[in-house]
């Protein structure tokens, strides 16, 4: 009889024992960031991963269309997220579906190595792939909850690189005037370590030129142009009052 009761203890104990170690070791995983790919699934608030290049999917917006409206309005930002967004990751699929062994790269890999991609679809591969994590990257680094000073390490990182928070946004906002045509204004950490402000032009991403990019702005006249018309400066002022500095410190430990 207590034979019995042991056997069963240890028994018991080893049913345990595997279950934790299946879960641990992920050969059970929970339902959870599949759900990612259904516009209504709770968001992903900080994807640590990179992004998977194929099948390229939209993320949902982390908020609704109308909680950026104090810099941009909710119409602007269903076109953006629903339009351009969406083309952006269309046309990556539809560039990959011809290179089966650049499928299971991320989009970040891609982008670090365009010289692997075959000739014919690399500047496709280039526009989208960047455009499809450029704009997975901005949307995480606004918030309805954002805007007013920077929090946290990059505070003083930003403090002790440019002399103040206020210093750092007029350099940014000059640079992101400055960029000509469609681009996008980042600031980034570089391979020495440093913070830097730096643009881009179409969608290229700074991870091209060895840069990490911590924050950036979309200076497309589509990210601006309904509520803004032709000023961008207006609208690189005003976009301050939306920035998450959770994520932004989030992406500068990252990086
Ligand atoms: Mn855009």
Redesign the pocket.
């Known amino acids: 009889m207590q034979k019995n009761v042991r056997r069963f203890i240890v028994f018991f104990l080893t049913g345990i024992a595997l279950i934790t170690l299946l879960f641990s070791s992920q050969l059970i995983q929970p339902a959870q960031s599949q759900s990612i790919t259904t516009p209504t699934a709770t968001p992903v608030a900080s994807p640590d991963y990179e992004l998977n290049a194929y099948p390229a999917e939209l993320p949902p917006l982390p908020y609704a269309y109308n909680a950026l409206e104090e810099a941009i309005d909710a119409q602007t930002m269903e076109l ?1 997220h629903d339009r ?2 969406a083309s952006y990751v269309d046309a990556l699929n539809e560039a990959l579906e011809q290179a089966p062994d650049l499928q299971n790269q991320s989009v970040e890999a891609l982008l670090r190595d365009l010289d692997s991609v075959p000739e014919d679809i690399r500047t496709e591969v280039q526009n989208n792939g960047g455009g499809h994590l450029n ?1 997975t990257i901005f949307w995480q680094i606004m918030s309805p909850n954002g805007g007013g000073e920077p929090t946290g390490e990059i505070a003083q990182e930003i403090n002790e690189t440019f002399g103040g928070f206020s210093e750092f946004q007029e350099q940014f906002n000059e640079a992101g005037g400055d960029r000509f045509g469609s681009g996008w204004v980042w600031l980034v950490r570089n391979q020495q370590g440093q913070l830097q402000i730096t643009t881009t032009p179409n969608q290229d991403n700074p991870i091209m030129e060895g840069l990490y990019p911590i924050m950036g702005n ?1 200076v ?1 006249e ?2 601006y142009y309904l509520r803004y018309q032709n000023s961008r400066t207006d609208y690189l002022s005003s976009w301050w009052d939306v920035v998450n500095w959770d994520e932004v410190n989030r992406r500068a430990q990252a990086s």
Request: aromatic fraction near 12%; charged fraction near 10%; glycine fraction near 0%.
């Open positions: 953006h351009h967004h704009h979309d497309w589509h990210a």
